[in-house]
């Protein structure tokens, strides 16, 4: 059974950092693609960040590109989300998700996905 933790979440100040962890196990966490998402109240749920097993092909939603750096650790079934400069409407629900293709997370058809980590940025 795979199983995703995230954790790392809170309440910042706007302009401030968080760093978002989400831990895998049950599988070769190399082999699968991961992705964070977030949503906010009232909202569908967005894609963050998404990277390939390797480490490589990160990409990012355009609200985030240059605050937001997604980054894995495969030897300790890890990936993270640095996020820089934060902003209120950054305010979200973040879970991470994991699945064998990065269009499969891309897409939102993971078929693992954590139980989420609440983000707060206030004014």
């Known amino acids: 059974q795979v199983q995703l933790v995230e954790s790392g979440g809170g309440l910042v100040q706007a302009g401030g950092s968080l760093r978002l962890s989400c831990e895998a196990s049950?599988?070769?966490?190399?082999?699968?693609?991961m992705g964070w998402f977030r949503q906010a109240p009232g909202k569908e749920r967005e894609l963050v960040a998404a990277i390939l097993g390797s480490g490589g092909g990160a990409m990012y939603a355009d609200s985030v590109k240059g605050r937001f750096t997604i980054s894995r650790d495969n030897a300790k079934n890890a990936v993270y989300l640095q996020m820089n400069n934060l902003k209120p409407e950054d305010t979200a629900v973040y879970y991470c998700a994991s699945d064998r293709t990065l269009t499969r997370v891309v897409g939102q058809r993971s078929d693992y996905w954590g139980q989420g980590t609440q983000v707060t940025v206030s004014s």
């Open positions: 049950g599988r070769t966490f190399s082999n699968y693609a």
